[in-house]
């Protein structure tokens, strides 16, 4: 069965920190890894990563993704009190029967930032 | 990117009555969709993968005579719950993976449908 582990579970920083949220992965032919955000509704998408060691940045945001180690890490520089949220990981496997595509989410990171 | 959209977007029903959720891919067409519980602060569990043109795939512990699906169309599934009972108040969410050819792009979500049974 597949496996997506976050780190830590929850997090408090202050405006201005820099913070690095971890995921790991167990899964049978591994696809890609994802990133969501989620405030109040449904996640919105950050990143989807598939290769290892390529960085991909959107901002103060940035992920990569380490194959070999079998995990992720999302680094959010510069926190702003809207970056307060749910960080959501989840793997997609590269299946062939029906159940293609189907995510593997982590429990999430609950990230707070304060003023 | 894709829409996906949900319909109601929060509904309240009494204990014992059933409740129709609809998820619809506005500019793409899913052959697969699916449904998600989330609870309060916490991560998203899977419940079923609905199929076009055949039978849901139900995960494990989510008791199918009691969540129904049908995917009805290539850009409409429904999840229906029926006789609901307080337990059941939740928020629901679809989400739809777009696919071109044997490329995978994105998964997107729905906004979600705040369940409360009274």
């Known amino acids: 069965e597949d496996k997506v582990v976050q780190s830590p579970l929850s997090l408090v920083v202050h405006e201005g920190d820099t913070v690095t949220l971890n995921c790991s992965y167990e899964?049978?032919?591994?696809?890609?890894l994802l990133w969501y955000k989620q405030e109040k509704k449904a996640p919105t998408f950050l990143f989807m990563l598939?290769?290892?060691?390529i960085e991909k940045k959107s901002g103060r945001l940035s992920s990569i993704l380490d194959k070999k180690e079998l995990s992720s890490i999302l680094n959010i520089t510069a926190t702003q009190t809207g970056d307060s949220a749910i960080y959501l990981c989840a793997v997609v496997p590269f299946n062939s029967g029906g159940s293609n595509y189907k995510l593997t989410f982590g429990k999430g990171t609950l990230l707070t930032v304060n003023p | 990117g894709a829409v996906v959209s949900q319909h109601p977007s929060r509904v309240i029903c009494k204990s014992g009555t059933s409740v129709k959720i609809e998820c619809r891919s506005l500019d793409f067409q899913a052959t697969t969709m699916f449904w998600y519980r989330q609870f309060p602060k916490k991560s998203l569990m899977l419940m079923a993968t609905s199929n076009e043109g055949s039978k849901a795939t139900y995960e494990q512990g989510v008791e199918k005579d009691k969540f129904l699906i049908n995917h009805a169309s290539l850009t409409l599934s429904t999840l229906t719950v029926t006789s609901a009972h307080p337990e059941d108040s939740s928020f629901y969410i679809c989400s739809a993976p777009e696919i071109s050819g044997t490329t995978y792009n994105e998964q997107f979500f729905g906004p979600g449908t705040r369940l409360t049974v009274l």
């Open positions: 598939t290769s290892s060691g």
């Open positions: 899964v049978t032919n591994f696809r890609s």
